[in-house]
């Protein structure tokens, strides 16, 4: 999805009177040329998760669980991606109750009833400031900013497919029923790489080892069209 380029270069005059607001144009013209330049050679078929780094031994995205209170709690432990604008997502032990979620849309557990897809968007020209603030800088501050990024719920029926993913992705679906709430464990978002999800690798690697008596045995290298011809359910690309 290439998106047009919305923040432009400052034009720097000498002896001009340069202000904060100068500094951050500039960063998001930086910012969005970058995200323009990803996404020239995006498809429906090269976006969403990025392989998990080898430091992550526990491979899993995000977990849904009922909590001691009757609510559900999401915990995204590490989901770094690319969405199909070509905006990169990067986030990591994030805590949210899905029903607080579900409380912002306004409706009550009667109208929630039903399945709705957990989105991971962001934001980089609304950056949020983080780190330890240094004692000794005048004024304080915090060294770093990241980007901003919300998790919400949409249900199933709202969500375009021919539209979708310009600056967020699909990473979970949730089947709500009364005050109870269920993950869709079989459910895989968009992947770059067949070594981008749990379940891929676990698929590929049962899928060698069937094939594994005829001699021949797929290259990883091969991945993204393997995972293109898996049956597997996805909400943005068409198998």
């Given at each position: 999805?290439?998106?047009?380029?919305?923040?432009?270069?400052?034009?720097?005059?000498?002896?001009?009177?340069?202000?904060?607001?100068?500094?951050?144009?500039?960063?998001?013209?930086?910012?969005?040329?970058?995200?323009?330049?990803?996404?020239?050679?995006?498809?429906?078929?090269n976006?969403?998760?990025?392989?998990?780094?080898?430091?992550?031994?526990?491979?899993?995205?995000?977990?849904?669980?009922?909590?001691?209170?009757?609510?559900?709690?999401?915990?995204?432990?590490?989901?770094?991606?690319?969405?199909?604008a070509?905006?990169?997502?990067?986030?990591?032990?994030?805590?949210?109750?899905?029903?607080?979620?579900?409380?912002?849309?306004?409706?009550?557990?009667?109208?929630?009833?039903?399945?709705?897809?957990?989105?991971?968007?962001?934001?980089?020209?609304?950056?949020?400031?983080?780190g330890?603030?240094?004692?000794?800088?005048?004024?304080?501050?915090?060294?770093?900013?990241?980007?901003?990024?919300?998790?919400?719920?949409?249900?199933?029926?709202?969500?375009?497919?021919?539209?979708?993913?310009g600056?967020?992705?699909?990473?979970?679906?949730?089947d709500?029923?009364?005050?109870?709430?269920?993950?869709?464990?079989?459910?895989?978002?968009?992947?770059?790489?067949?070594?981008?999800?749990?379940?891929?690798?676990?698929?590929?690697?049962?899928?060698?080892?069937s094939?594994?008596?005829?001699?021949?045995?797929?290259?990883?290298?091969q991945?993204?069209?393997?995972?293109?011809?898996?049956?597997?359910?996805?909400?943005?690309?068409?198998?």
């Amino acid at each position: 999805m290439i998106q047009p380029i919305k923040h432009f270069a400052i034009n720097w005059v000498d002896g001009m009177k340069v202000s904060q607001r100068h500094l951050n144009d500039q960063d998001n013209f930086l910012i969005d040329t970058i995200r323009d330049a990803n996404s020239l050679a995006i498809t429906t078929y090269n976006y969403g998760l990025l392989p998990i780094p080898n430091e992550f031994t526990d491979k899993t995205i995000f977990d849904v669980h009922n909590t001691a209170t009757n609510d559900v709690q999401l915990i995204i432990k590490h989901c770094s991606a690319l969405t199909l604008a070509g905006y990169r997502i990067e986030l990591r032990d994030r805590r949210v109750s899905v029903k607080s979620l579900a409380k912002s849309m306004n409706l009550n557990e009667e109208q929630i009833d039903g399945e709705y897809y957990i989105l991971i968007s962001v934001n980089p020209f609304d950056k949020v400031p983080f780190g330890d603030i240094d004692p000794e800088e005048i004024p304080p501050r915090h060294p770093n900013a990241h980007a901003n990024y919300h998790i919400e719920l949409l249900p199933v029926s709202s969500l375009n497919s021919s539209y979708s993913g310009g600056n967020y992705l699909v990473v979970g679906k949730v089947d709500f029923k009364g005050n109870i709430t269920q993950v869709n464990s079989n459910f895989i978002p968009p992947c770059t790489s067949v070594q981008s999800h749990p379940a891929l690798i676990d698929y590929y690697n049962g899928y060698a080892k069937s094939i594994g008596n005829l001699g021949f045995k797929p290259k990883m290298g091969q991945d993204v069209h393997f995972a293109n011809n898996l049956m597997i359910e996805n909400p943005t690309i068409s198998l």
